[in-house]
Structure formats: C-alpha cells, structure tokens
C-alpha cells in the first residue's frame, strides 16, 4: 500500500498544483489530508489525480458544508476525524483528542495544524506532513507512506 500525505494547503494554488504534479509521478492508491484546505476551489485541484481522498476538517477551512458536497460527489470521505485504511487523520487542534486517537487499533494517525514535519514511531505511527502551502516554514512538504515507510518530501 502507497499513500500520500498532505496538510495545511490553504488556498496556496501555485504550491497545491505543485504537488498534484508530483503526485502524478507516484503510483499511490489514496491521499490523506490532514485538514486546513480553506477553500473549494483548492480541493478541486486534486480531481486530475483520480484517486480517493480522506480529508479532515481544518479550524481554518471554509464553506464546510461545500468541501463536502464536493467531497461525497467524487465518493472521498470528509469530516473531522476520518478513517483512513490502516489509519485516522484530524487536524491535530485538540492534543488531548490526539492523545486519544494515538490509543486507536491503527497503524497510523495523520495531524496537521502545526506545520512542523515529523514521524513519531511507536505504538502508532504519527505522521505530520508538515505544510504544503510553506507560508510558516517556507518549506513545502508532504509526505509518502509506502509499505510503512514513510518519507517527508519538498513540492
């Protein structure tokens, strides 16, 4: 199994196109988002890649109730928690609620939020991807799970 990693995209179209051109030289089977998309428009970049999306709600994503019009139309999975085959993602606002998911019978669990890249391996993997936009960072990185080893990568 081969799955990209994506967070923190706000509405930065330069950089999302970026990574869906990238991503079009991956043979992933999904993509995880780990919320903070902001707008529609951004989520309709994705539609070239023809692959399913589970996406979790961003504290900054807007037109909530669009994003998952869109969302259950392509038959991606949209909320605020999301399972994921072999895992959850959520955006990560609520520590204590990490904590919790981290207890899940996973293999993983995708946050975002803080726009910091890292790998956490234990029990569950956690894997924050960091910020495609790379307006906190300046760097614009997603990550790549392939078979449990997971990469964080530069758009």
Known sequence: MKFAIVSDTHDNLEAVRELVNQLKKEKIDFIVHAGDIVA????????????????????????????????????????????????????GTDMGLVDILKKCKVSYLVIGHTHEPFIEKGEI????????????????????????EISILEV
């Open 125 to 148: 993997t956690v894997i924050n991807p960091g910020e495609v936009c790379g307006y906190l960072t300046g760097k614009k990185t997603y990550a790549i799970c392939e078979d449990g």
């Open 40 to 91: 529609p428009f951004t989520l309709k970049e994705f539609f070239t890649l023809n692959k399913k999306m589970y996406i979790a709600f961003g504290n900054n994503d807007g037109e909530r109730r669009l994003l998952e019009k869109i969302s259950v139309e392509k038959g991606w999975v949209i909320g605020d928690v999301v399972e994921f085959p072999s895992g959850v993602v959520y955006h």
